[in-house]
């Protein structure tokens, strides 16, 4: 099997994002990163999938709670 072109992969390797631009191996490690950081989000929340419906059921109404154009009672 041959040897990989690492120059030639370097060199293509490159992030911009607006102002942000990386280039090498820095471009390699955020890409990296944020595929590693993404698989561990969708790890977490597999594992919470059985009690999220409740944990936003209760973000819904502690959200109608605060609301502040709802009709107060008068006590």
Same mark, same amino acid.
Request: hydrophobic share 55%; net charge positive.
């Given at each position: 099997?041959?040897?990989?072109?690492?120059?030639r992969?370097?060199r293509?390797?490159?992030?911009?994002?607006?102002g942000?631009?990386?280039r090498?191996?820095? !471009?390699?490690? +955020?890409?990296v990163?944020a595929v590693?950081?993404? *698989?561990?989000?969708?790890n977490?929340?597999? =594992?919470? @999938?059985?009690?999220? !419906?409740?944990a +936003?059921?209760?973000?819904?109404?502690l959200?109608? *709670?605060?609301r502040?154009d709802?009709?107060? =009672?008068? @006590?």
């Amino acid at each position: 099997m041959a040897v990989p072109d690492f120059a030639r992969i370097l060199r293509a390797s490159q992030i911009r994002y607006g102002g942000f631009r990386a280039r090498g191996v820095p !471009a390699i490690l +955020l890409g990296v990163g944020a595929v590693v950081l993404t *698989a561990g989000t969708v790890n977490a929340l597999a =594992l919470a @999938a059985p009690s999220l !419906a409740e944990a +936003l059921r209760e973000a819904t109404k502690l959200v109608d *709670a605060m609301r502040a154009d709802r009709p107060r =009672l008068n @006590a």
